[in-house]
């Protein structure tokens, strides 16, 4: 076997408190939303806002039930549109989270939102709570990308929408869509912009995908709607490298960009494949080696997590081998890449027995360097990221 | 034990489509030597392939028993296959035989190959009983027809016999004629046994099941035996007739046909045309046997998977238990690591082969491109026998470069006679003659370096007389001509399994089309990948595959890590299917591309 590293020097003995075994982040999954959004494939859940209370007493028990051996530094709440609860029912979930969850100095604490739904009241408790960062989904602030998106709000919206946030909460990022159909660069352009004049420390720019089943893709299908072509795209996110660039925002993962010390810490460790804990419908959670997906169906959830049972329906706990391999293409994603050292001492694998001979056609099509024994993927990598990822750590 | 006087032995000679299986088929259902029940059509078709193709390459041997005047014979059908690939099975299975069917489509006529297999039977001395088959369909010219068999073979129009296979229409008329017209096998039963091994196939539990006719003398279970070439003695275990499966037997004796076994675990022993004797009172003189088959045609045949390298070996192996006519030496190519060299009788032959390999042996092949022997005349007076493009050496060492020049008979409606010699000029052909079977039909005689032939000449004679035109060539001689190797670079790296030899004259064509057919097969990479074609250094054309320029999908989140992570692990499992040269991965279907014929 040729992928099978020799259990020499490459080997070290794993350390059960490390950050990729032991988690330091919680990430909170709020399903609830207004609307389906023709591309969203997240778990969430529409016109079932009776059940808030519900899943609240069910997030208590899950949450109740989960061990913690260390304290957190990230807490993430996610959704679906966790701010479409109201004052109330957000100050009893901050409130149950931060009483069971103790937490870490400099502990970073977000929450997902759309402009539509928020108030002050709303930033007040969560603030109160020690919430510190917002992330704000705009997604354009073009009329006619915002319906193609079936986003309920306008561009409009956001500015109000900031104002508020900020009297609390000075930190927040933003997140965009690119290329949906009929987006041209100058729209991109103009939403790039605003949100730099806005004050945003973050910006997450995701290029459209079309998943499997939802009504966009339908529509794609069917031929109602136009994908973008590659070289289309290819400009919209080379305009969003250069000019988010240019305004001091270090484009640290492949869709992410963040002022000096403002990146979401919270997501890194995804992209470090480190430990977290994860409550609520379609949650994952990452402790010890072993990853678990909830249930994604939130009446499931709520049956299950009443039962007494666990509302885990997958998980999988990878050979050591194949973690590493996992880490390296999770860890690439970042503009920070891969050091070899601390590679090795995460994972047990050096990142050559991985990578074999395949970086040097990488470094040479200039896609990836590797200098002072570290590897990352330059701008053209990060524009194929995924075919690269896949040769480079699959072969 | 029927004497020798009542038994008769025979083959088909047919065109492929002509009846023969058909024809067989009612042979046996007549004679009852096989029930309505199990009947199955094509039914002595043995290979999957064959019955799937609805072609006879070879059919199996069968005994059936045919009442005439009161008396029973014996009669032993051994077929010959019928394309231009495999004349050398021809001629050793009419050795076995003293008569021949010559089974002619009484619509589609006389075919150059049945008059190259009816020239070969006449040679062997063998009676030859003409037949017109589909006589019902309404199309039918039976005495055009007549005509051409009396033209092209010298049959007497009298003699042909009219039939209907599909229908069974004169099928035991045929039978008569055979018992009337084929002499008995010849040959003393009181002799030291003297029998022809005329075919022979593996069995796991039997070892080799060597196919035999008696020619003087007859063997018996246990008798001791001798294999005349190898001098190697064995034990007989089992002796057989096939009716149409294998029936077991006490004895075979002068001018019978059937099988025998006796324990011999390695194919090699068993030579086709060797002479089976008594090991303790010997023949004193072997049979003539045959002349050795020469394979035309040369390709790589490379496993997808180096490691399935031992599996190829061992398939090919197995498959030559079955198929002397082919050859397989090991080679190793840059771009395609390990694989082997085989020789081929002619590209239906190539294709068969491979098919079975990865049907039968389920591998993952890549087939380099087909090419015939060349010869080189080095400078220091070294003949070299090219088998692979990479055996041309360096130009300058070269004094003359040789190519295989066969005789080619095409039999063709004569409208397409200017067709044909459009075609054949553009191969460099040189004319012949010309005979014409009837004001509607002719032979035109070309001779054509093979290497035009094998390249698509089939294909094209096959749509320009819209399927009516037919061939057959042998080989003449070696020619000096002006050829060069012509080189593929992928990425600036060549691909020596791309290589081919062509001649000056078309080579910046062929290497056009062959980087352009290349382009539309390889898939996009993560950066540009140039296509060259080359001849030494000088590169003739070029084509750019354009990198992917955007490839990433944005999220990457809790959940979406583990699909992502499968995703990538499949598409990388797909790569690996491939073949890498370099830092390019070429699929097989893009090799294959490069054998397909120009439009």
Redesign the interface.
């Known amino acids: 076997m040729a992928n099978t590293p020799s259990p020499s020097t490459d080997q070290l003995t794993p350390d059960r408190s490390a950050p990729w075994l032991e988690p330091r982040g919680l990430?909170v999954h709020v399903p609830f939303c207004a609307h389906h959004c023709g591309y969203c494939d997240f778990a969430v859940t529409v016109g079932q806002d009776h059940l808030i209370e519900t899943y609240l007493e069910a997030l208590a028990l899950e949450i109740d039930r989960t061990e913690v051996t260390t304290p957190v530094d990230t807490i993430f709440i996610g959704g679906g549109t966790p701010t479409l609860l109201s004052p109330d029912q957000l100050g009893r979930l901050a409130g149950m989270i931060r009483r069971h969850f103790p937490t870490r100095p400099n502990l970073e604490f977000s929450i997902e939102s759309t402009p539509e739904s928020i108030t002050a009241d709303k930033v007040a408790v969560l603030a109160d709570h020690g919430l510190n960062r917002f992330s704000l989904g705009v997604q354009s602030f073009q009329g006619h990308t915002l319906r193609v998106l079936e986003r309920q709000h306008s561009g409009d919206q956001v500015t109000p929408a900031v104002e508020i946030i900020r009297r609390r909460v000075p930190n927040f990022s933003m997140d965009f869509i690119f290329g949906a159909p009929g987006q041209t660069i100058t729209d991109w352009e103009h939403d790039l912009k605003r949100a730099i004049a806005l004050g945003s420390s973050h910006i997450s720019?995701?290029?459209l995908?079309y998943e499997k089943g939802t009504p966009l893709w339908k529509q794609r299908e069917s031929g109602d709607v136009i994908a973008l072509g590659?070289?289309d795209?290819?400009a919209l996110?080379t305009m969003s490298h250069e000019l988010l660039g240019s305004a001091g925002f270090e484009h640290y993962e492949?869709?992410n960009f963040a002022k000096p010390d403002h990146r979401c810490q919270h997501?890194e460790k995804?992209?470090a494949?480190e430990a977290?804990h994860?409550v609520g419908v379609?949650?994952?959670?990452?402790v010890g080696g072993r990853?678990e997906?909830n249930k994604r169906n939130t009446k499931d959830y709520i049956r299950v997590v009443f039962s007494g049972e666990s509302p885990t329906f997958q998980q999988?706990e990878l050979s050591p081998f194949e973690r590493a391999?996992?880490t390296l293409?999770?860890q690439l994603?970042r503009s920070d890449g891969v050091s070899r050292q601390a590679f090795l001492h995460q994972t047990g694998h050096s990142l050559k027995s991985i990578v074999q001979h395949r970086l040097a056609?990488?470094i040479e099509?200039g896609?990836v360097t590797d200098e002072n024994e570290c590897v990352s993927l330059t701008f053209a990598g990060?524009?194929?990221?995924?075919?690269?990822?896949?040769?480079v750590?699959?072969? | 034990m029927p004497a020798p006087s009542h038994i008769r032995n025979f083959s088909i000679i047919a065109h492929i489509d002509h009846g023969k299986s058909t024809l067989a088929d009612q042979f046996l259902l007549q004679t009852n030597t096989i029930t309505k029940r199990d009947y199955r059509a094509q039914l002595l078709d043995g290979m999957d392939l064959e019955r799937e193709r609805g072609i006879t390459i070879q059919m199996h041997p069968v005994t059936i028993y045919h009442t005439k005047d009161g008396e029973k014979y014996e009669l032993n059908l051994i077929d010959t296959p019928g394309h231009v690939d495999f004349g050398y099975e021809v001629s050793r299975s009419l050795a076995a035989c003293e008569g021949a069917i010559l089974l002619v489509d009484a619509f589609q006529g006389v075919q150059a190959q049945t008059v190259a297999n009816a020239y070969l039977a006449i040679e062997n001395d063998l009676t030859i009983v003409p037949v017109l088959n589909k006589i019902d369909m309404p199309t039918a010219r039976p005495e055009a027809v007549t005509a051409e068999m009396e033209t092209a073979v010298g049959v007497n129009a009298e003699d042909v016999l009219r039939a209907s296979a599909k229908s069974g229409v004169g099928v035991l008329e045929i039978l008569d004629a055979i018992i009337d017209r084929v002499p008995c096998p010849p040959g003393d039963p009181k002799a030291p046994l003297k029998a022809l091994i005329y075919n022979s196939h593996f069995d796991t539990f039997k070892g080799v099941v060597i196919y035999i006719r008696v020619m003087e003398g007859s063997v018996k279970i246990g008798q001791k035996i001798k294999l005349m070439r190898g001098n190697t003695d064995h034990v007989v275990m089992e002796i057989g007739q096939f009716r149409p499966t294998m029936v077991p037997c006490q004895e075979l004796t002068t001018g019978q046909v059937g099988f025998l076994t006796a324990q011999v675990k390695n194919i090699q022993d068993v030579h086709i045309g060797d002479t089976v004797t008594d090991a303790v009172n010997p023949t004193e003189t072997a049979l003539p046997g045959y002349k050795v088959p020469q394979a035309m045609v040369y390709s790589g045949l490379y496993p997808v998977d180096n490691e399935e390298f031992e599996d190829l070996r061992e398939a090919l192996t197995k498959l030559r238990l079955n198929d002397s006519s082919f050859s397989f030496v090991p080679e190793v190519s840059d771009g395609l690591g390990f694989g082997f060299r085989c020789g081929f009788l002619g590209m239906l032959h190539r294709e068969i082969i491979g098919q079975r390999l990865e049907r039968d042996c389920e591998l993952d092949l890549v087939h380099t491109a087909p090419n015939v022997t060349f010869q080189i005349l080095t400078r220091s007076g070294e003949t070299i026998m090219v088998h692979s493009p990479q055996d041309v050496v360096d130009g300058g060492q070269i004094e003359e470069f040789r190519e295989p020049i066969v005789r080619i008979n095409f039999l063709l409606p004569s409208k397409n006679i200017g067709d044909i010699m459009s075609m054949a000029a553009e191969r460099r052909g040189e004319y012949i003659k010309t005979e014409y079977l009837s004001p509607e039909r002719a032979i035109i005689t070309y001779e054509l370096p093979l290497a035009e032939v094998i390249y698509d000449l089939y294909d094209k004679l096959k749509s320009v007389t819209h399927g009516y035109g037919t061939m057959e060539y042998e080989l003449k001689e070696y020619r000096p001509a002006d050829l060069v190797r012509l080189d593929v670079l992928v990425h600036q790296k060549r691909v020596d399994a791309l290589s081919v030899i062509v001649h000056r004259s078309t080579a910046e064509r062929r290497g056009r089309k062959l980087i352009q057919k290349l382009r539309k097969e390889i898939d996009r990479?993560?950066?540009d990948i140039a296509l060259q074609a080359a001849i030494g250094s000088r590169i003739i054309a070029r084509e750019t595959i354009t990198?992917?320029?955007?490839?990433?999908?944005?999220?990457?989140?809790?959940?979406d890590?583990?699909r992502?992570?499968k995703?990538?692990?499949k598409?990388?499992?797909g790569?690996?299917r491939m073949k890498q040269v370099?830092?390019v991965e070429i699929s097989q279907e893009a090799f294959m591309s490069v054998l397909e014929s120009d439009d």
């Open positions: 990430y720019t995701y290029g995908t590659e070289t795209e290819l996110y492949i869709s997501n995804y992209w494949n977290y994860g379609g949650a994952v959670r990452y990853r997906h999988e391999r996992e293409a999770v994603r056609p990488m099509a896609l990060k524009c194929v990221a995924d075919g690269l990822v896949s040769k750590v699959w072969g | 990479h993560l950066f990198g992917m320029k955007k490839d990433v999908t944005a999220k990457c989140y809790g959940g890590i583990t992502k992570r995703l990538w692990a598409q990388a499992e790569k690996k370099g830092q």
